[in-house]
């Protein structure tokens, strides 16, 4: 069992930044691969960014390629979302989520645990 806890989030200006933290329990989660996602009101959830076990090989979606970074910490057991050059559009709840794998496509990972999520709001 692996539970995630997200934080971070909060109110900043368009132009912005924020780090996104997500917490790990379990000594399984080195091997883990690890997403964000997110959810604007009324909209569904979509796919932000994955990274690889290793942290050799991450993945973004078009929508914030360029100004979002995925990392992770297996020692400290945390992965990170620096955001930068934030957009309103970018408001949402932001959930990190764990795939019990260790493959290198990480376009289509199943995701097997989730956090609850940190509000991020951006205003203009």
């Known amino acids: 069992q ?8 909060g109110l900043v200006q368009a132009g912005g930044s924020l780090r996104l933290s ?7 989660f080195s091997t883990y691969a690890m997403g964000w996602f997110r959810q604007a009101p009324g909209k569904e ?18 929508s914030v390629k360029g100004r979002f970074t995925i990392s992770r910490d297996n020692a400290k057991i945390t992965v990170y979302l620096q955001m930068n050059s934030l957009k309103p559009e970018d408001t949402a709840v932001y959930y990190c ?11 289509l990972l199943s995701y097997d645990y989730w956090g609850q999520g940190t509000q991020v709001t951006i205003s203009s």
């Open 45 to 62: 959830r979509e796919f932000v960014s994955a990274i690889h076990w290793s942290g050799a090989s991450t993945y973004y979606a078009d």
């Open 97 to 107: 989520a764990a795939a019990r794998t260790t493959a290198w496509d990480l376009k």
């Open 2 to 9: 692996v539970q995630l806890v997200e934080s971070g989030g």
């Open 22 to 28: 997500c917490a790990a329990s379990g000594r399984t």
